[in-house]
């Protein structure tokens, strides 16, 4: 006890040492704060300050929101230039919603095994994880766009699903790993011993508690899906391609004019349902990237 | 999808989430669970403190192992196999179409010394705009965006952490800003900052320049750089964050005690504490990096100024597999190469760091 006395002192130097510091320190500190807003924001701003202006206007550099039009959405949305836009963020949730599915539902069990048993070539399995996860997808281009020409998968979602089931598997894996060598697993040994199988255990008890876990790692791997581009370029027809490459290829009416305006728009479409997915849970996407990162 | 649903009200013991996470994977657990434990019931139950058995972990793993194996082990051997392979084309002594057959290193040859056929069947230098007389600039190209942009994130990233380990007030504001670029995705940045440098667009006229942004080869590596970095380094900065709060405080306050300035304290703590982390962001993001496709293909659609390995082997590849399979293994070592260089000497040992802060975190 004796030795906690100093504590408040110490804190009240500190306070005081603070005070005098404000100034200078924190001054440094507000700009960088800003400079950091700024950085995020601005472009995205600048993007969704377009998407609503007049097309007409579309290189205004008015800073705030001035001509206000849905037109760009209407653009955005309509199929008379060969765009389908409708469609692609159809296809997107298709392939990005199976892809985290099954990602999530084999990397549970990689996952348990990696943070709860201690076996004989974990390194290796540990060691492939990890080299997967920083796999070039370009080496895969060529066989895989042979390989699914001669048996037809050319433009069906699973040639596209099941490559992003690699990719997104050593993320899930990591992040999963990370989180449940965090859990209290006493609980599971307490339910074992109340009769439960080892699978009951862990269904049971460990899942539920593990959900939040689960849904981080479900957002990063969807984002991480959605975000493919180089394989889906390759492999998907108009019928099946995803947001990324719609937006890439996204045509006007005179292919002399680029529709800067509705392209805008288009990306605000997809940006802002995962922009406001992203400040809902931002505490736990922070704390799932930094657990497959930093940890990994 | 039935996780989503079960995880807002996932707080431990919570019914909904309970049902929601179990019907996530039918059938599963049951199976699982009797393969599992056939033979060695009475054994496990015997020992059950020391947890379940090695074969049991590999079951569990099998999974992974078959769709990795599936999806990269196999079209790896297929790359490999076809770049063996010529492609089918026209035999230059012969003038007959020829299916291919066995090519030796013939397709390395091709990329690395930049050698194509000519029209009476010799090895020339490849004529300038084929994609042959391309190989070299596109790795010159790939090294610099990776160099440039890794070196970039990793400083302001850093000074990004700084600042938000530094600010109590408006964190989870700066971390909500901080997360957008990453969030968006990597073909919407790409048209983003298409629209933010064409001619007439805000960069022109912030800095008042006419600038062909996206087509003059020095303005469109600069424009590829800045897109990438504006996007990857709030995740540098993020990650870096995480390594900065693993360092006690009180180290910073008995540095202080000792009479260590700001940049002593910089120097002689934060760096050397917070280098395991930064390895391994580093070695990550260069792996990223010498990856880069998106953004150049997007941004500057096809220029030759701004065309990395990944955009010459998608461009090859409707011109030929097989050579497109020798330019996609020779890329493939390329990055395993760097990736050996890094962990050997920078001593990013991603595995070993990985363990030893999982370890120091229980």
Known sequence: MAHRAPEPIAAAARRVAARKRFDAKNYRVYVGVVFILLWGLAPFYWMVVTAFRDPDYTFSTVPWPTHLTLENFQNALSTSSGNDFTQALINSMIIGGVTTAVALTIGIFTAYALARIAFRGKYVVVGIVLGASMFPVVALVTPLFQFFTNIGWIGSYQAMIIPNISFVLPLTIYTLTSFFSDLPWELEEAARIDGASRAQAFRLVMLPLAAPALFTTAILAFIATVNEYLLASQLSSDATEPVTVAIARFSGNDPHVVPYAAIMAAGTIVTVPLVIMVLLFQRRIVSGLTAGGVKS | ?362
């Open chain 2, 1 to 362: 999808m039935a996780v989503p649903t079960g995880a807002p009200t996932g707080t431990p013991g919570g019914p909904p989430a309970r049902s929601a996470a179990g019907d996530s994977f039918p059938g599963r657990g049951p199976r699982d669970d009797g393969s599992g434990e056939h033979g060695s019931r009475n054994d496990l139950a015997r020992r059950r403190h020391v947890g379940p058995s090695s074969r049991r972990a590999w079951f569990l793993v099998g999974p992974t192992l078959v769709v990795l194996a599936i999806v990269i082990g196999y079209p790896i051997v297929r790359a490999v196999v076809m770049s063996l392979q010529k492609d089918p084309g026209l035999d230059p002594e012969t003038g007959m179409f020829v299916e291919g057959g066995w090519a030796g290193f013939s397709n390395y040859t091709h990329w690395l010394l930049q050698q194509c056929p000519s029209p009476t069947g010799a090895m020339i230098a490849c004529p300038p705009g084929t994609l042959g007389s391309q190989f070299w600039s596109a790795v010159g190209i790939t090294l610099f965006f990776t160099v440039v942009t890794v070196t970039l994130e990793v400083g302001i990233g850093l000074w990004m952490a700084i600042i938000m380990g530094s600010s109590f007030t408006g964190r989870a504001l700066l971390r909500a800003a901080v997360l957008i670029p990453w969030a968006i995705p990597t073909a919407v940045t790409a048209k983003l900052w298409y629209f933010i440098f064409a001619y007439d667009g805000i960069a022109n006229t912030l800095f008042g320049t006419h600038i062909l942004w996206t087509s003059d080869p020095w303005p469109a590596r600069v424009a590829v750089v800045i897109a990438d970095v504006w996007k990857t380094t709030p995740f540098m900065a993020l990650l870096i964050l995480a390594g900065l709060q693993m360092i006690p405080n009180d180290v910073y306050e008995a540095a202080k005690v000792d009479g260590a300035g700001a940049w002593q304290r910089f120097t002689q703590i934060t760096l050397p504490l917070v280098k395991p982390a930064l390895m391994v962001a580093i070695l990550f993001r260069t792996m990223d990096a010498l990856r880069m496709y998106d953004l150049p293909a997007i941004l500057t659609g096809g220029n030759p100024a701004t065309t990395t390995v990944s955009i010459l082997v998608v461009e090859q590849v409707r011109q030929g597999f097989n050579s497109a399979s020798a330019l996609s293994t020779t890329t493939f070592l390329l990055i395993f190469a760097v990736a050996f260089v890094l962990v050997k000497f920078l001593g990013a040992n991603a595995v070993r760091t990985q363990e030893v802060q999982r370890q120091g975190a229980k």
